[in-house]
């Protein structure tokens, strides 16, 4: 799986199957193979996580689908599209592809779960045998590979709000994330926020998580351009446990 970082939340992850874009607002985009599947996630509609200029797309790629958080209204989307569009709830599921066939090589799973701000975060299980090595285990020749993107989930507690407010939020990002684990998810794969504007609470999402649901990758987002929170998570004693998991970019 080939991973890129293009700015902000924006990630792009390649398969040898199929491409994965996630939350694309600004930056630039690596070169697309017009013969993979394109699939495009936006997990809800704030500027930092949306643009229309995602529906240019197709233009250039047919092979798109765009997977869109119900929270983003039916009339942003260009009527030259909408066929190709797919609004995702809180806790729901979607397959591709969505006709089954005993020679189908690759499959995706989408599952949701509900922010803590805006729309969804998402969990992908890909079905990509050319991602694995011969399976030890032949009860699964094409195990999934988990791919988690945040979105805007977060424990986005703040100095500035009164105590409850903060602990209602805390409340509700676990409750999540104990969703995410009983769910039966440890993805291998996490991009999820870590945000210097919380201060010295900007280290809380990322290690709730770890602690709840687990990751064998950490990909920070959601910093605002200040990659310097990287090395400051990694230099917490909290982090002790994960540290050599997490991903340290230094530029988009």
Not at 13 to 38: C, M, N, Q, R
Not at 136 to 144: E, G, Q, V, W
Not at 212 to 235: C, T
Request: proline share 9%; net charge negative; charged share 25%.
């Amino acid at each position: 799986m080939e991973i890129t970082y293009i700015h902000h939340s924006g990630y792009l992850l390649e398969s040898p199957h199929a491409l994965f874009l996630f939350d694309f607002v600004d930056g630039t985009l690596p070169p697309l193979d017009p013969a993979k599947e394109l699939f495009v996630f936006v997990s809800h509609r704030h500027a930092d996580h949306f643009s229309p200029k995602i529906f240019d797309l197709p233009a250039s790629h047919a092979k798109t689908h765009f997977i869109l958080s119900s929270d983003i209204r039916p009339n942003k989307v260009p009527e030259s599209v909408k066929d190709l569009v797919s609004f995702m709830k809180p806790h729901q599921v979607l397959e591709f592809p969505k006709s089954s066939s005993e020679e189908q090589t690759f499959s995706l799973c989408i599952t949701t779960f509900k922010s803590t701000d805006e729309g969804v975060a998402f969990i992908l299980e890909v079905r990509d045998p050319l991602l694995h090595e011969p399976p030890a285990n032949i009860a699964d020749s094409n195990p999934p590979t988990v791919i988690y993107h945040a979105g805007d989930l977060n424990d986005w507690r703040w100095r500035e709000e009164p105590l409850a407010w903060n602990n209602n939020m805390s409340t509700n990002y676990k409750r999540e994330l104990q969703k995410i684990r009983d769910a039966g998810f440890h993805p291998d794969i996490a991009m999820i926020p870590l945000d210097g504007r919380q201060e010295d609470l900007f280290y809380l999402g990322v290690d709730e998580f770890m602690q709840i649901v687990g990751a064998d990758q950490i990909f920070p987002m959601h910093f605002w351009e200040d990659f310097s929170v990287i090395p400051r998570l990694k230099a917490l004693p909290c982090s002790v446990p994960y540290r050599a998991r997490i991903m340290e970019l230094k530029k988009d």
